[in-house]
Each structure stands twice: as C-alpha cells, then as structure tokens.
T-cell receptor, first 111, second 113 residues
Framework: ELKVEQNPLFLSMQEGKNYTIYCNYS?????LYWYRQDPGKSLESLFV?????AVKQEGRLMASLDTKARLSTLHITAAVHDLSATYFC???????????FGQGTRLTINP | NAGVMQNPRHLVRRRGQEARLRCSPM?????VYWYRQLPEEGLKFMVY????????ESGMPKERFSAEFPKEGPSILRIQQVVRGDSAAYFC???????????FGPGTRLTVT
C-alpha cells in the first residue's frame, strides 16, 4: 500500500525566512502533485512533477522531485504572510486511478 | 467553462438521517472521483466513477456509503444512517481522461449532530 508522509506537519515561521517541506512516498509513482488549501476552501493546484530531477518554480515556491529517493520538496523563499495555508503533496499510484495524499503541512507565517 | 460544482456546500444531518451529496463535473469530463477529508487530515480516496460505472470503490466504507454517476445528471454520494464520524468535508474531482488531470470542486462540509 502506498504511503505518503509529509514533514513537518506544522510549521510556524517568520516572514522573510526560508524553509522546506518534505514529502516521502513508499512505492513507485507516475507523478507527484503539490496543492494548497486555505481554511474551509478547496484545493488549489500548485505544481505537477513528472520525472526525476523535475524542478518547478512559481513566485516564492519551488518544488522538486527525486524519484530514486521517492522524495519531493517544496521550498519557500523569503516567506510572506499570504503563503500561510496547508500544503499537501499527492502521488498517483502506478497503474491505479487515484491520488494518495500526505497528511498536510500547516504553515503559519508570522509578521 | 464552469468548474466542478458541488452542492450543497454545507449540510447538517442528525444521526440516522441520510445525506446526499451532488457533484457536477466540468463540461466534457466523464471521470469523477470522490475524496473525504476528516478534520485536520489529508484527503482520502473513496471512489472513482465513469458514466454509469463504478471503476474503483476501494476507499468506500463497506456499509452505508454508495455512489453513482448516471448517464444524465450529477454524480451522487449517498450516506445512509449517518453517524458523527461521517462529519467531514467531501470533495469531488473530475477529469476529462484520466487521474492525471483532476480538477477539484469546492467541497461539501457535512456535519452530523
């Protein structure tokens, strides 16, 4: 059974600092997604990572994928308050038709 | 092109009642997925449907839960005899072709009192 684990689960940081969220998964996967969720809202797609070594950046967020290590990272650069949200990674099981989500990382950025 | 629509957005049911959650996929999408999010947790896959067919229901509880996606009309997730543990946000996602292009709806927040 595919397991997806994120860490940390809770992260409180100051504006202007850098930090990284990690996403480990246990079996081979076709692709990996990062989503953002604000309280009481739906999921907003941030990145889709398709292959080993893939790196994508949007504003202060950068995601990377290492399929050999079964690890993805979401790096936050010079955090701002607007990035406060819960971030999920999700993985597609090879040959299956469903997403398996991590537990989520609740990020709070303090002024 | 309207996004995935879910209704109701909020639903309150007493224990023992039935809950019906509706999902209208995006135009042209024939694949629907239902996920459940318990408080403070990630989303958990429940069921994957195509028009008139259940493809994968491996995440559905064995009792009280059912899903359908008829030829016409929205997909329905039905929960019979709700219990407090069913309180959660239920999200549906639709896709035109496969699991790789899922677009999520706004969710239905079910509260069981």
């Amino acid at each position: 059974e595919l397991k997806v684990e994120q860490n940390p689960l809770f992260l409180s940081m100051q504006e202007g600092k850098n930090y990284t969220i990690y996403c480990n998964y246990s079996t081979t996967s076709d692709r990996l997604y990062w989503y953002r969720q604000d309280p009481g809202k739906s999921l907003e797609s941030l990145f889709v990572l398709l292959s080993n070594g893939a790196v994508k950046q949007e504003g202060r967020l950068m995601a990377s994928l290492d399929t050999k290590a079964r690890l993805s990272t979401l790096h936050i650069t010079a955090a701002v308050h607007d990035l406060s949200a819960t971030y999920f990674c999700a993985v597609v099981i090879q040959g299956a038709q469903k997403l398996v989500f991590g537990q989520g990382t609740r990020l709070t950025i303090n002024p | 092109n309207a996004g995935v629509m879910q209704n109701p957005r909020h639903l309150v049911r007493r224990r023992g009642q039935e809950a019906r959650l509706r999902c209208s996929p995006m135009k042209g999408h024939s694949h629907v997925y239902w996920y459940r999010q318990l408080p403070e947790e990630g989303l958990k896959f429940m069921v994957y449907l195509q028009k008139e067919n259940i493809i994968d229901e491996s995440g559905m509880p064995k009792e009280r839960f059912s899903a359908e996606f008829p030829k016409e009309g929205p997909s329905i997730l039905r929960i019979q005899q709700v219990v407090r543990g069913d309180s959660a946000a239920y999200f549906c996602a639709s896709s035109p072709t496969s699991v790789f292009e899922q677009y999520f709806g706004p969710g239905t927040r079910l509260t069981v009192t």
